[in-house]
């Protein structure tokens, strides 16, 4: 009798140790890894960060965790929640992501680059249910490309330039090219409110390079700013427009949001 209660209360604070390191693990706060080249999605009041590459090794990292904005959060330690073990997207880097969908509340992530041959071109994510699926798309056929920035329309066509897709019948299309810009990568692009995606800066040479601490280009140069292209989603044309005032700098790699 005394040797089954000495192993009853064994097995009992076995039992609690395991509950406290599992309540201590849960209450760790998750601290992503310091990347780049990675997307942003904003979906329901959440921040989705997915991939991209570690700064100081270059690695590519599979690590996808949000940000809930829709609460109070201290900029100095950022309460975000990790959500990288319901990932099926393999390690990549240089992807482009939007919201989209029938209802506007999925994330949808397109190319990058990877060494893994089996990733999919265009991957889907569920934040209601925390499910990730392959998606198979058809018409035209569009080979993977990295290094792009895709806009959403409001009728829910996912533009990429030089192509597009429907993220309602998951089905490709292709846009014209008559008087489009030049081919570049790491450029901005954001959608107007009467329908129309104007794209600007960027890079052209495959060969430039930049510190991936400072984030200054250290070989190649970036495009100008001086002139933005205006692509009409209705219309399927390209316009060309000067800018004025004080322009800033040749960059790329850049965000740009639409302001009213």
Avoid at 132 to 147: D, V
Avoid at 233 to 249: A, E, H, M, R
């Amino acid at each position: 009798m005394f040797e089954y209660n000495n192993v009853k209360k064994y097995f009992l604070l076995w039992i609690l140790l395991q509950v406290l390191v599992d309540v201590n693990c849960q209450l760790t706060p998750f601290k992503p890894s310091r990347i780049y080249r990675h997307t942003a999605t904003f979906i329901d009041n959440k921040l989705y960060i997915l991939g991209g590459s570690e700064a100081s090794t270059n690695n590519l990292v599979k690590e996808f965790f949000y940000l809930d904005v829709s609460i109070p959060f201290n900029t100095q330690e950022l309460s975000w929640k990790d959500l990288s073990k319901i990932s099926i997207v393999p390690f990549h880097n240089d992807a482009m992501s939007a919201k989209g969908g029938a209802k506007n509340d999925t994330l949808f992530l397109y190319g990058g680059f990877t060494d893994v041959l089996t990733m999919a071109l265009v991957y889907t994510f569920d934040p209601q249910h925390s499910v990730w699926n392959s998606q198979e798309i058809t018409g035209i056929n569009t080979i993977r490309k990295s290094s792009l920035t895709g806009v959403i329309d409001y009728n829910g066509k996912f533009y990429l330039w030089g192509g597009v897709t429907n993220t309602i019948n998951f089905s490709w299309g292709k846009g014209s090219s008559v008087n489009a810009p030049t081919k570049r990568y790491y450029y901005g692009a954001t959608l107007l409110p009467n329908n129309k995606i104007i794209y600007i800066g960027g890079v052209d040479d495959l060969t430039s390079a930049f510190d991936a601490e400072t984030l200054y280009i250290n070989k190649g140069t970036a495009l100008s700013l001086k002139e933005v292209y205006i692509y009409d989603t209705i219309n399927d044309n390209w316009d060309t427009k000067i800018t004025t005032g004080k322009i800033p700098s040749n960059r790329d790699g850049f965000s740009t949001i639409l302001g009213m």
